[in-house]
């Protein structure tokens, strides 16, 4: 056990208590950004004139060696520290002695913990940024392959009209710009900096906090200290954004299982993203696809906890909020494995166009344009809608499509059709019909492919 602490103890800590109380087995992971601020905070203590200039570069120094050894695996962070605050601090006072008791001057874990979990989430999101741009950029690029690929577009997963598959891939798009959108918020509303907030209630040291702000990247320091050390808004942000971004991985991966089912056989999910059977050897499985919807549980799982958790706490720091970094780092690690895996899925994803479109006319997707031609015809909409509905019953006895109904029937149940109903109904009619903003009509979606491009450019 090697504590900050003990001066006013009379016992040793019972092992159980310290090891309940213990953080290092996770929070060893944000050590770089425990060391960035520690540096920050010397250099503003050095400004102030609260430590000398030998004393700032000394520490500076030592700070930067236990990064370099621990990044080079020379040094390792053991359990033998309560946390990672305690680790740095104590590695540092065995290098370079005396200037290293000074580090910890006019700062509390408090204001620490919370400064160096911002960091880490600031980072993250970087991250999560950059892999949602990665999934948009391959949603963009299947968009632009197939403003001519006909399939059925769905309700109540019963073929409803035809789509594209650019269009049903847009419909994603839009739901990832938007989980890409609420993220770059979130990074926006990370702009403050708690360190110099103390245990609670500020120091009496001359703090420069805009100083230290500045340095790490923020926009300038926290408003309120007690606030400062007890917030943890941005961490329910950021998981209520994942919670959402996964609920559409995970939609999005229960269509892909689907038009890979034997019986759809819409796609094909490439071998090197697919699993077998240990016993049944014809099978070819969705795994990845599976797992990121069941890993989405965890993602909502961690929201729920850290807003449990987070409930009952009176101000100011109370230890319970030490629970939000297993939670928080187990949902960004998640987020992060399913959208790489899901981006190489989709982008190794054979479409089978030709079946698609198939589907699509099979399943009687033209029959609202063949009630509409009626209409057009002169006819009104609900009788067409009935004599379109005699048409489709006619066809599944004979398992056929409207298409390849000949037109004495269409005739005999009325006489308005003409030989043009065949082109009338054609898929490439039915789609490219539908100009309105955000239909599949190939216009709209050569716009709308635009307009991905170029927020993607940005
Ligand atoms: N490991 C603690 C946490 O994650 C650091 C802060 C400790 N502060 C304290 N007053 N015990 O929240």
């Known amino acids: 056990m090697a504590q900050l602490w003990g001066g006013r103890f009379t016992k040793e800590t019972d092992q159980l208590v310290y090891n309940f109380n213990a953080s290092i087995s996770f929070d060893r992971r944000f050590y770089a950004q425990d060391i960035r601020g520690s540096i920050a905070h010397v250099m503003m203590l050095a400004r102030q004139g609260i430590l000398t200039e030998e004393e700032k570069e000394k520490i500076i120094e030592g700070l930067e060696g236990i990064l370099r050894d621990v990044e080079s695996g020379k040094l390792e962070i053991t359990e033998q520290y309560e946390d990672i605050h305690s680790f740095v601090e104590a590695t540092l006072i065995d290098r370079i002695g005396e200037p290293g008791k000074k580090l910890h001057t006019g700062r509390s874990r408090n204001d620490q913990v919370a400064l160096d979990m911002k960091l880490y989430t600031r980072d993250e999101v970087h991250q999560l940024d950059q892999l949602v741009r990665e999934l948009l950029q391959t949603i963009l690029t299947i968009m632009e392959e197939n403003v001519d690929t006909y399939m059925p577009g769905f309700t109540h997963l019963q073929k409803a009209q035809p789509v594209t598959l650019a269009h049903h891939m847009g419909a994603y798009f839009e739901m990832f710009r938007r989980d890409h959108e609420r993220l770059l918020l979130i990074y926006g509303r990370m702009a403050t900096c708690p360190l110099g907030s103390g245990a609670l209630a500020g120091t009496t040291y001359p703090l420069d906090r805009e100083y230290t702000a500045s340095l790490l990247g923020f926009e300038g320091p926290t408003r309120n200290s007690m606030d400062g050390v007890s917030d943890r808004d941005y961490l329910l942000e950021l998981l209520s954004a994942l919670s959402i971004m996964m609920m559409h991985l995970s939609r999005f991966s229960e269509e892909i299982i689907i038009w890979n089912s034997n019986e759809y056989q819409f796609v094909e999910i490439d071998d090197a993203y697919s699993t077998g ?66 981006t190489g899925m989709l982008a190794t994803m054979r479409f089978k166009k030709e079946r698609m479109e198939e589907s699509a006319k099979h399943g009687f997707t033209n029959a609202t344009d063949a009630a509409d031609y009626l209409v057009n015809h002169g006819v ?29 029937e269409y005739q005999k149940i009325s006489p308005a059709f003409g030989e043009d109903i065949y082109d009338a109904i054609s898929m490439e009619t039915c789609v490219n019909k539908r100009v309105t903003a955000g239909a599949p009509g190939r216009t709209a979606m050569e716009e709308e492919i635009a307009e991905c491009k170029k927020y993607l450019a940005q």
């Open 277 to 342: 059977s240990s016993i049944m050897p014809q099978k070819k499985n969705p795994d990845i696809a599976e797992l990121v919807r069941g890993k989405t549980g965890r993602v909502y799982g961690a929201l729920q906890a850290l807003l449990v958790a987070m409930k009952g706490i009176p101000l100011a720091y109370n230890k319970d909020m030490q629970e939000d970094k297993e939670w928080a780092f187990d949902a960004i690690d998640t987020a992060k494995g399913c959208l790489a895996l899901f």
């Open 380 to 408: 009104p909409f609900r009788d067409a809608h009935g004599i379109v509905g005699q048409l489709v019953l006619l066809c599944i006895e004979k398992e056929i499509a409207l298409d390849n109904l000949p037109l004495e």
